[in-house]
């Protein structure tokens, strides 16, 4: 349900209630003229994961995040499309020396990844 513009006004003007109905309005069409699929996956110690959509023979986005509580093993999620797959790595923030600069996760105890990916069937 969209707000009028007399309900944003009325909601003072504030920023987030108009980024609100704009992001309302664009998960509508999304979900009008296209198909959104999810699921989640395990990543394997140090890989990416590549991971099929299934349905979709197109990938207008997607959006990926943990499941549960992450340790120091995965820290960072990022993800690409590749053809009618997502392929997303899960990094660590560095190492215990203080460094900062990004890692492929390793170790037994990665996060599980939940994924929703938006396109054409």
Known sequence: MALTAKQISDLNNSMSAAQNVNL????????????????????????????????????????????????ANQSIVSGCVVGTNLNIKGWSGGDLSGSVVPTISSGSNLALLQWMAVGAD
Not at 43 to 63: H, K, M, N, R
């Open 24 to 71: 309302g309005t664009i998960i509508a069409q999304l979900a009008a003229t296209g198909t959104i699929t999810s699921g989640s996956v395990q990543p394997i110690s140090g890989s990416e994961c590549v991971v099929p959509t299934g349905i979709l023979t197109s990938i207008a986005g997607f959006s990926v995040t943990f499941s549960g509580s992450p340790t």
